[in-house]
Protein backbone atom coordinates (compact mmCIF):
# COMPACT_ATOMS: atom_id res chain seq x y z
CA UNK A 1 0.00 0.00 0.00
CA UNK A 2 1.75 3.44 -1.21
CA UNK A 3 1.94 5.92 1.77
CA UNK A 4 -0.65 8.43 0.18
CA UNK A 5 -3.35 5.35 0.54
CA UNK A 6 -1.93 5.01 4.04
CA UNK A 7 -2.48 8.69 4.65
CA UNK A 8 -6.06 8.31 3.13
CA UNK A 9 -6.76 5.86 5.83
CA UNK A 10 -5.69 7.24 8.56
CA UNK A 11 -7.36 10.27 7.76
CA UNK A 12 -10.42 8.19 7.15
CA UNK A 13 -10.43 6.64 10.51
CA UNK A 14 -9.84 9.98 12.32
CA UNK A 15 -13.01 11.64 10.46
CA UNK A 16 -14.97 8.35 11.71
CA UNK A 17 -13.66 8.31 15.49
CA UNK A 18 -14.73 12.07 15.38
CA UNK A 19 -18.26 11.49 13.96
CA UNK A 20 -18.19 8.45 16.65
CA UNK A 21 -17.75 11.11 19.40
CA UNK A 22 -20.22 13.20 18.06
CA UNK A 23 -22.81 11.16 17.85
CA UNK A 24 -22.11 10.05 21.34
CA UNK A 25 -22.17 13.44 22.53
CA UNK A 26 -24.88 13.24 21.06
CA UNK A 27 -26.86 10.87 22.39
CA UNK A 28 -25.81 12.02 25.81
CA UNK A 29 -27.32 15.22 24.99
CA UNK A 30 -30.48 13.59 24.11
CA UNK A 31 -30.85 11.92 27.05
CA UNK A 32 -30.42 15.09 29.17
CA UNK A 33 -32.74 16.44 27.31
CA UNK A 34 -35.42 13.85 27.55
CA UNK A 35 -34.88 13.58 31.38
CA UNK A 36 -35.19 17.25 31.58
CA UNK A 37 -38.51 17.21 29.78
CA UNK A 38 -39.92 14.81 31.62
CA UNK A 39 -39.17 16.48 34.39
CA UNK A 40 -40.77 19.29 33.08
CA UNK A 41 -43.87 17.59 32.06
CA UNK A 42 -43.99 16.19 35.45
CA UNK A 43 -44.36 19.69 37.16
CA UNK A 44 -46.37 20.98 34.33
CA UNK A 45 -48.94 18.43 35.21
CA UNK A 46 -48.43 18.61 38.84
CA UNK A 47 -49.31 22.10 38.40
CA UNK A 48 -52.65 21.33 35.94
CA UNK A 49 -53.35 19.04 39.33
CA UNK A 50 -53.04 22.19 41.48
CA UNK A 51 -55.00 24.20 39.03
CA UNK A 52 -58.02 21.90 38.64
CA UNK A 53 -58.38 21.91 42.48
CA UNK A 54 -58.18 25.71 42.70
CA UNK A 55 -61.15 25.76 40.39
CA UNK A 56 -63.33 23.01 41.89
CA UNK A 57 -62.76 25.01 45.16
CA UNK A 58 -63.79 27.99 43.78
CA UNK A 59 -66.77 26.70 42.26
CA UNK A 60 -67.89 24.85 45.04
CA UNK A 61 -67.31 28.09 47.37
CA UNK A 62 -69.28 30.05 44.41
CA UNK A 63 -72.29 28.14 44.38
CA UNK A 64 -72.68 27.82 48.11
CA UNK A 65 -72.04 31.64 48.46
CA UNK A 66 -73.85 33.07 45.31
CA UNK A 67 -72.86 37.15 44.35
CA UNK A 68 -70.03 37.21 47.23
CA UNK A 69 -66.49 37.92 46.42
CA UNK A 70 -64.38 34.77 46.70
CA UNK A 71 -60.60 34.49 47.32
CA UNK A 72 -59.20 31.22 47.54
CA UNK A 73 -55.66 30.16 48.88
CA UNK A 74 -53.91 26.99 47.85
CA UNK A 75 -52.64 24.54 50.04
CA UNK A 76 -49.85 21.91 49.49
CA UNK A 77 -48.76 19.21 50.55
CA UNK A 78 -45.46 18.70 52.77
CA UNK A 79 -43.16 17.81 49.26
CA UNK A 80 -44.37 20.79 48.10
CA UNK A 81 -44.22 23.24 50.41
CA UNK A 82 -40.34 21.63 51.02
CA UNK A 83 -39.79 22.35 46.97
CA UNK A 84 -40.70 25.82 47.44
CA UNK A 85 -39.02 26.95 49.76
CA UNK A 86 -35.89 24.70 50.30
CA UNK A 87 -33.66 27.16 48.45
CA UNK A 88 -34.29 29.80 50.94
CA UNK A 89 -33.62 27.96 54.47
CA UNK A 90 -29.83 28.18 55.62
CA UNK A 91 -27.52 26.51 57.67
CA UNK A 92 -25.30 29.22 60.01
CA UNK A 93 -22.03 28.52 61.33
CA UNK A 94 -21.00 30.34 64.15
CA UNK A 95 -17.10 30.16 65.15
CA UNK A 96 -16.25 31.56 68.80
CA UNK A 97 -12.69 32.34 69.43
CA UNK A 98 -13.08 28.17 71.26
CA UNK A 99 -15.37 25.85 69.53
CA UNK A 100 -18.25 26.66 67.00
CA UNK A 101 -21.86 26.21 66.85
CA UNK A 102 -24.51 25.27 63.95
CA UNK A 103 -27.83 26.54 63.94
CA UNK A 104 -30.46 27.55 61.25
CA UNK A 105 -32.19 30.30 59.12
CA UNK A 106 -34.14 31.92 56.37
CA UNK A 107 -33.93 34.36 53.56
CA UNK A 108 -36.35 37.39 54.57
CA UNK A 109 -35.29 39.38 51.45
CA UNK A 110 -34.14 39.44 48.38
CA UNK A 111 -30.76 41.86 49.68
CA UNK A 112 -29.56 38.71 51.50
CA UNK A 113 -30.57 39.50 55.38
CA UNK A 114 -31.15 36.33 57.06
CA UNK A 115 -33.73 35.70 59.99
CA UNK A 116 -32.07 33.50 62.87
CA UNK A 117 -32.22 33.55 66.47
CA UNK A 118 -29.96 35.68 69.10
CA UNK A 119 -28.92 32.31 70.65
CA UNK A 120 -27.41 30.98 67.31
CA UNK A 121 -25.08 34.05 66.90
CA UNK A 122 -24.54 35.84 70.11
CA UNK A 123 -20.93 36.08 70.88
CA UNK A 124 -19.75 35.04 67.34
CA UNK A 125 -16.78 36.65 65.75
CA UNK A 126 -17.28 34.74 62.28
CA UNK A 127 -20.45 33.43 60.05
CA UNK A 128 -20.90 31.46 57.08
CA UNK A 129 -24.40 30.97 55.60
CA UNK A 130 -24.89 27.64 53.65
CA UNK A 131 -27.48 26.84 51.61
CA UNK A 132 -28.76 22.84 49.89
CA UNK A 133 -27.36 23.81 47.24
CA UNK A 134 -23.77 23.98 48.48
CA UNK A 135 -23.32 27.59 48.02
CA UNK A 136 -21.86 28.85 50.77
CA UNK A 137 -20.85 32.58 52.25
CA UNK A 138 -19.52 34.37 55.03
CA UNK A 139 -22.04 36.79 56.86
CA UNK A 140 -21.99 40.09 59.47
CA UNK A 141 -24.17 40.33 62.12
CA UNK A 142 -26.51 43.27 61.73
CA UNK A 143 -28.34 43.27 64.58
CA UNK A 144 -29.69 41.15 67.49
CA UNK A 145 -33.01 41.57 70.32
CA UNK A 146 -32.15 39.25 73.04
CA UNK A 147 -35.54 39.93 74.37
CA UNK A 148 -37.11 37.90 71.72
CA UNK A 149 -34.19 35.48 70.95
CA UNK A 150 -34.29 37.44 67.02
CA UNK A 151 -31.16 38.25 65.23
CA UNK A 152 -30.72 39.61 61.74
CA UNK A 153 -27.12 38.30 59.80
CA UNK A 154 -26.58 40.24 56.23
CA UNK A 155 -24.80 37.36 53.74
CA UNK A 156 -21.43 39.12 51.82
CA UNK A 157 -21.10 37.77 48.30
CA UNK A 158 -18.65 40.70 47.05
CA UNK A 159 -21.45 40.85 43.91
CA UNK A 160 -24.17 43.91 44.10
CA UNK A 161 -25.96 42.14 41.53
CA UNK A 162 -26.21 39.00 43.56
CA UNK A 163 -30.23 38.30 44.69
CA UNK A 164 -32.07 35.55 46.85
CA UNK A 165 -35.31 34.32 47.35
CA UNK A 166 -37.09 35.09 50.45
CA UNK A 167 -39.46 33.80 51.95
CA UNK A 168 -43.42 35.22 52.97
CA UNK A 169 -44.08 35.90 56.38
CA UNK A 170 -47.83 35.04 57.15
CA UNK A 171 -50.21 35.96 59.91
CA UNK A 172 -49.30 33.96 63.23
CA UNK A 173 -52.24 35.46 64.94
CA UNK A 174 -54.46 33.31 61.67
CA UNK A 175 -53.00 30.09 63.14
CA UNK A 176 -55.78 27.11 64.32
CA UNK A 177 -55.12 24.84 67.06
CA UNK A 178 -54.32 21.69 65.34
CA UNK A 179 -53.42 23.48 61.91
CA UNK A 180 -50.45 21.72 60.27
CA UNK A 181 -46.92 22.95 60.33
CA UNK A 182 -43.79 22.04 58.65
CA UNK A 183 -39.94 22.42 60.37
CA UNK A 184 -36.76 22.78 58.18
CA UNK A 185 -33.62 23.12 59.83
CA UNK A 186 -30.29 21.37 60.29
CA UNK A 187 -30.58 19.37 63.29
CA UNK A 188 -27.17 17.58 64.60
CA UNK A 189 -25.59 18.97 61.47
CA UNK A 190 -28.43 16.67 58.93
CA UNK A 191 -28.71 19.99 56.48
CA UNK A 192 -32.08 20.79 54.95
CA UNK A 193 -34.22 17.96 57.29
CA UNK A 194 -38.03 18.18 57.35
CA UNK A 195 -40.17 17.58 60.05
CA UNK A 196 -44.17 17.88 60.38
CA UNK A 197 -46.24 18.38 63.64
CA UNK A 198 -49.46 20.72 64.41
CA UNK A 199 -49.68 24.05 66.41
CA UNK A 200 -50.19 22.65 69.67
CA UNK A 201 -51.15 25.72 71.36
CA UNK A 202 -50.64 29.62 71.25
CA UNK A 203 -50.08 32.40 73.66
CA UNK A 204 -47.13 30.89 75.23
CA UNK A 205 -44.30 32.73 77.92
CA UNK A 206 -40.84 31.98 77.48
CA UNK A 207 -38.20 33.53 79.33
CA UNK A 208 -35.38 35.17 77.54
CA UNK A 209 -31.67 35.08 78.10
CA UNK A 210 -32.62 38.50 79.94
CA UNK A 211 -35.17 37.30 81.96
CA UNK A 212 -37.97 38.87 79.97
CA UNK A 213 -41.28 37.04 78.95
CA UNK A 214 -41.14 36.64 75.35
CA UNK A 215 -44.55 36.15 74.22
CA UNK A 216 -46.99 34.89 71.54
CA UNK A 217 -44.73 31.70 71.30
CA UNK A 218 -46.35 29.04 69.33
CA UNK A 219 -46.37 25.82 70.80
CA UNK A 220 -45.73 22.65 68.48
CA UNK A 221 -45.11 18.80 68.13
CA UNK A 222 -43.15 18.71 65.45
CA UNK A 223 -39.91 17.44 66.13
CA UNK A 224 -36.92 20.33 66.73
CA UNK A 225 -33.56 18.83 67.79
CA UNK A 226 -30.26 21.43 68.50
CA UNK A 227 -29.44 22.95 65.00
CA UNK A 228 -32.97 23.64 64.30
CA UNK A 229 -32.51 27.07 66.30
CA UNK A 230 -33.39 29.91 63.95
CA UNK A 231 -35.40 27.98 61.21
CA UNK A 232 -38.75 28.68 59.40
CA UNK A 233 -41.98 27.09 61.21
CA UNK A 234 -43.94 26.90 58.00
CA UNK A 235 -47.94 26.90 57.16
CA UNK A 236 -48.83 24.93 54.27
CA UNK A 237 -49.55 27.53 52.22
CA UNK A 238 -45.22 28.09 52.23
CA UNK A 239 -45.57 30.84 54.72
CA UNK A 240 -42.99 31.53 58.19
CA UNK A 241 -45.76 31.79 60.77
CA UNK A 242 -42.85 31.21 63.32
CA UNK A 243 -38.71 30.55 64.17
CA UNK A 244 -38.16 27.89 65.82
CA UNK A 245 -36.26 28.93 68.96
CA UNK A 246 -36.28 26.25 71.81
CA UNK A 247 -38.11 22.92 73.18
CA UNK A 248 -39.16 21.36 76.12
CA UNK A 249 -36.99 18.59 77.58
CA UNK A 250 -35.23 16.60 80.52
CA UNK A 251 -32.29 15.06 77.78
CA UNK A 252 -31.48 18.24 75.81
CA UNK A 253 -33.29 16.73 72.93
CA UNK A 254 -37.05 16.19 71.97
CA UNK A 255 -39.86 15.29 74.24
CA UNK A 256 -42.62 16.19 72.29
CA UNK A 257 -42.62 20.18 72.82
CA UNK A 258 -41.38 22.79 70.77
CA UNK A 259 -41.53 26.24 70.61
CA UNK A 260 -41.63 29.34 67.94
CA UNK A 261 -41.20 32.86 67.85
CA UNK A 262 -44.50 33.98 66.24
CA UNK A 263 -44.07 35.62 62.32
CA UNK A 264 -46.26 38.72 64.18
CA UNK A 265 -43.32 39.44 66.45
CA UNK A 266 -40.97 39.09 63.80
CA UNK A 267 -42.53 41.55 61.47
CA UNK A 268 -42.11 43.90 64.20
CA UNK A 269 -38.74 42.93 65.31
CA UNK A 270 -36.54 42.53 62.26
CA UNK A 271 -37.21 45.39 60.42
CA UNK A 272 -35.50 47.65 63.34
CA UNK A 273 -32.89 45.00 64.00
CA UNK A 274 -31.91 45.90 59.80
CA UNK A 275 -32.43 49.75 60.41
CA UNK A 276 -31.01 50.01 63.48
CA UNK A 277 -29.33 46.72 64.98
CA UNK A 278 -31.82 46.80 67.67
CA UNK A 279 -35.07 46.84 68.83
CA UNK A 280 -36.10 49.36 71.95
CA UNK A 281 -39.10 47.57 73.75
CA UNK A 282 -41.80 49.41 75.83
CA UNK A 283 -42.21 49.07 79.29
CA UNK A 284 -45.17 49.21 81.94
CA UNK A 285 -43.02 47.87 84.95
CA UNK A 286 -45.46 45.31 86.49
CA UNK A 287 -45.39 41.93 87.60
CA UNK A 288 -48.86 39.82 87.56
CA UNK A 289 -50.58 36.70 86.95
CA UNK A 290 -53.96 35.08 85.59
CA UNK A 291 -56.75 34.83 87.26
CA UNK A 292 -59.63 32.34 87.05
CA UNK A 293 -63.18 32.26 88.40
CA UNK A 294 -61.91 30.60 91.67
CA UNK A 295 -59.99 34.05 92.23
CA UNK A 296 -62.46 36.19 91.38
CA UNK A 297 -64.67 34.80 93.22
CA UNK A 298 -62.09 35.05 96.09
CA UNK A 299 -61.92 38.75 95.65
CA UNK A 300 -65.13 39.50 94.75
CA UNK A 301 -64.85 40.95 91.07
CA UNK A 302 -67.95 40.17 88.75
CA UNK A 303 -64.89 38.75 85.50
CA UNK A 304 -63.50 35.23 85.26
CA UNK A 305 -60.14 36.30 83.67
CA UNK A 306 -57.37 39.46 83.96
CA UNK A 307 -54.30 40.12 85.08
CA UNK A 308 -53.89 40.14 88.46
CA UNK A 309 -51.42 42.94 89.54
CA UNK A 310 -48.90 41.84 92.33
CA UNK A 311 -45.97 44.25 92.32
CA UNK A 312 -45.46 47.38 90.40
CA UNK A 313 -42.06 49.03 89.84
CA UNK A 314 -40.77 51.60 91.92
CA UNK A 315 -41.19 55.02 90.03
CA UNK A 316 -41.98 52.99 86.78
CA UNK A 317 -44.52 53.58 84.19
CA UNK A 318 -47.50 52.03 85.86
CA UNK A 319 -46.00 53.04 89.59
CA UNK A 320 -46.17 56.97 87.86
CA UNK A 321 -49.79 56.28 86.76
CA UNK A 322 -51.17 55.46 89.88
CA UNK A 323 -51.46 51.61 89.31
CA UNK A 324 -51.52 49.56 92.33
CA UNK A 325 -49.65 46.11 93.39
CA UNK A 326 -50.63 43.06 95.91
CA UNK A 327 -50.96 44.17 99.67
CA UNK A 328 -51.28 41.05 100.94
CA UNK A 329 -51.27 36.91 99.87
CA UNK A 330 -53.83 34.58 99.98
CA UNK A 331 -53.99 30.97 99.08
CA UNK A 332 -56.31 29.61 96.46
CA UNK A 333 -57.03 25.86 95.58
CA UNK A 334 -53.36 25.49 96.98
CA UNK A 335 -51.75 28.73 95.20
CA UNK A 336 -50.40 31.84 96.55
CA UNK A 337 -51.52 35.25 95.10
CA UNK A 338 -50.24 38.57 96.28
CA UNK A 339 -53.93 40.39 96.08
CA UNK A 340 -55.35 43.51 96.81
CA UNK A 341 -53.87 45.55 93.90
CA UNK A 342 -55.60 45.91 90.37
CA UNK A 343 -56.82 43.44 87.91
CA UNK A 344 -56.18 44.68 83.97
CA UNK A 345 -59.10 43.51 81.97
CA UNK A 346 -57.91 45.51 78.95
CA UNK A 347 -55.48 48.01 76.95
CA UNK A 348 -56.46 50.48 74.55
CA UNK A 349 -59.46 48.31 74.31
CA UNK A 350 -58.41 45.14 73.85
CA UNK A 351 -59.03 42.56 76.20
CA UNK A 352 -56.48 41.35 78.37
CA UNK A 353 -56.85 37.40 79.88
CA UNK A 354 -53.24 36.72 81.06
CA UNK A 355 -49.89 38.39 80.37
CA UNK A 356 -49.06 37.01 77.06
CA UNK A 357 -52.28 39.24 76.16
CA UNK A 358 -50.90 42.47 77.73
CA UNK A 359 -47.06 41.61 76.01
CA UNK A 360 -48.06 40.24 72.93
CA UNK A 361 -49.69 43.95 72.33
CA UNK A 362 -47.33 45.90 73.88
CA UNK A 363 -44.46 44.27 71.46
CA UNK A 364 -47.10 44.56 68.58
CA UNK A 365 -48.36 47.64 69.04
CA UNK A 366 -46.40 49.69 71.50
CA UNK A 367 -43.08 51.96 71.06
CA UNK A 368 -41.70 53.60 74.21
CA UNK A 369 -43.06 56.65 74.69
CA UNK A 370 -46.96 55.72 73.97
CA UNK A 371 -49.69 56.45 76.42
CA UNK A 372 -51.95 53.59 76.24
CA UNK A 373 -55.35 53.45 78.09
CA UNK A 374 -55.55 50.41 80.66
CA UNK A 375 -59.02 48.97 82.06
CA UNK A 376 -58.61 48.02 85.52
CA UNK A 377 -60.79 46.70 87.89
CA UNK A 378 -60.29 48.42 91.76
CA UNK A 379 -62.33 48.36 94.26
CA UNK A 380 -65.42 47.13 92.89
CA UNK A 381 -65.24 49.81 90.28
CA UNK A 382 -64.25 50.03 86.46
CA UNK A 383 -61.20 52.65 85.92
CA UNK A 384 -59.76 54.06 83.20
CA UNK A 385 -55.83 54.43 83.67
CA UNK A 386 -53.35 56.68 80.87
CA UNK A 387 -49.60 55.05 81.30
CA UNK A 388 -47.17 56.80 79.63
CA UNK A 389 -45.14 53.82 78.47
CA UNK A 390 -41.07 53.77 79.27
CA UNK A 391 -37.97 51.90 78.08
CA UNK A 392 -37.47 48.77 78.92
CA UNK A 393 -34.06 48.23 81.13
Known sequence: MSKVSVAISAVSLALVAILFLQVLDYQQNLTALTSQIAKLESAIESLRRDLQEARAEISSIENSRPGQTTVVTIQYNVTRVYELVKDSVVEIRTLY????????????????????????????????????????????LVGRDPDTDLAVLKIVTGDENKSFKPLRLGNSSALQIGEQIIVIGNPFELTGSVTTGIVSQKGRLLPSSRGYLIPGIIQIDAAVNPGNSGGPILNMRGEVVGVATAIESTTGQFAGIG???????????????????????????????????????????????????????????????????????????????????????????????????????????????????????????????????????
Open 97 to 140: RFGESVGSGFIYDSQGHVVTNNHVVEGGLEYYVYFIDGSAYTAR
Open 259 to 393: YAVSSNVVKRIVPALIEKGKYVHSYLGISGREIDSLVARELGIGVNKGLLVESVVPNGPADRAGIRGGSRTLVIAGREYRVGGDVIVAIDGTAITSMDDLLTYMVEKTSPGDTVLLTILRGGETLKVAVVLGERP
